[in-house]
């Protein structure tokens, strides 16, 4: 939540000072990122914080991986599914021709994890607040999967998230 008795400077001077300790993060060692993106504002923000301070770098220290994920679970509206997709091919086209180190990629559930499969096919119930099977298949599982991918080619990676707590963010 953003302070209302802060000014226009003063978040800029916030947000500048989040910008550098990314990159002073970012340049302490050479463990890959992967950062989860949803689209939601909190993942968005991370995104484009991280996104910024990798721009103000100059090009010889940009030399980390940043790894963008995010995850259709073949159930989404498909207007929603279409701006994901959407979302994610131009977050690619624009890092290249930014020349920064960021992939992104779309994750999907593997066929036996998918929603028919298991509700059709193995006959469990609908997804309810006591019976959840839905999120860590279709989710969570794609993501470990992509994340012990990168740990085996590249020995270990540092997973972004967004810290939130009382009106600031902390990554």
Request: some cysteine.
């Amino acid at each position: 939540m953003t302070d209302p008795q802060r000014t226009t400077p003063q978040l800029i001077e916030d947000i500048q000072a989040l910008i550098t300790e990314i990159q002073q993060l970012y340049c302490h060692d050479e463990i890959p990122w992967i950062i989860g993106y949803s689209g939601g504002k909190d993942s968005t923000t991370t995104l484009q914080l991280v996104w910024q301070a990798l721009q103000q770098l100059p090009t010889e220290q940009r030399t980390k991986q940043v790894y963008v994920i995010t995850t259709d679970t073949r159930v989404e509206n498909p207007i929603v599914a279409t701006w994901v997709k959407r979302s994610i091919a131009n977050m690619q086209t624009a890092a290249i021709e930014q020349g920064l180190p960021i992939e992104s990629h779309l994750l999907f559930p593997d066929v036996k994890d998918t929603f028919w499969v298991n509700l059709i096919g193995k006959g469990y119930p609908a997804p309810r607040n006591g019976f959840r099977w839905c999120t860590e298949r279709l989710k969570i599982k794609p993501s470990n999967q992509f994340v012990q991918n990168i740990v085996r080619a590249k020995g270990e990676v540092i997973i972004v998230l967004v810290q939130q707590g009382g009106n600031r963010a902390t990554l």
